[in-house]
């Protein structure tokens, strides 16, 4: 990771309680092991089960974007979907391989937070990082956001020490 990275990451550690972060509200949802959202626009999660996706479809939502790999323990992906599907919402499964992601991966994720008839979205994987990681680079790529900026609402929403190279890297190697 160069200086310049590094030195951004540190800044936006400590500066994790800016009005920035403020933005982004934690609650606990049955079903749900973190919940973080964005004003209306977008949720980031961790592990969520089948039954938590009503309650997600209760809360408006339109779309959930699952970036768990079916061989993860417990992920349940082709249960969800169909739960989703039931619940009237769009499903959208985006295995993120934390060993070896895949940037085209940021495409289809931009693509599918992106679109009117999808938000808002939740997001989840296992603890929160891929999905905080993934809007923290949609934020800098599409909204034009500083990456101070984003980084310090990634962090609120999960960002995790595994993911925030992935996303800094990702951000600096795409202009």
């Not at 391989?97 to 679109?115: E, H």
């Not at 997001?123 to 101070?148: P, S, Y």
Request: one cysteine or more.
């Amino acid at each position: 990771m160069n200086r310049r990275i590094a030195s951004l990451t540190l800044a936006a550690v400590l500066a994790g309680t800016t009005a920035f972060a403020q933005q982004v509200t934690r609650r606990d949802i049955s079903g749900i092991s973190t919940f973080a959202q964005v004003e209306s626009t977008i949720a980031c999660g961790g592990t969520t089960t089948p039954e938590a996706i009503r309650e997600i479809g209760r809360m408006g939502f339109k779309s959930v974007v699952n970036l768990r790999l079916a061989s993860e323990e417990g992920a349940r992906v082709d249960e969800e979907g169909a739960v989703v599907r039931a619940a009237g919402m769009k499903y959208v499964h985006l295995p993120f391989n934390i060993q070896s992601p895949d940037p085209k991966l940021v495409d289809n994720f931009i693509a599918a937070v992106s679109g009117p008839a999808n938000t808002p979205t939740y997001v989840h994987c296992a603890a929160g990082g891929r999905a905080a990681a993934l809007w923290m680079i949609k934020r800098v790529k599409v909204d034009g956001w500083t990456v101070e900026r984003a980084l310090t609402e990634a962090n609120a929403l999960g960002l995790n020490d595994r993911m925030r190279p992935f996303a800094l890297n990702y951000i600096q190697s795409h202009p």
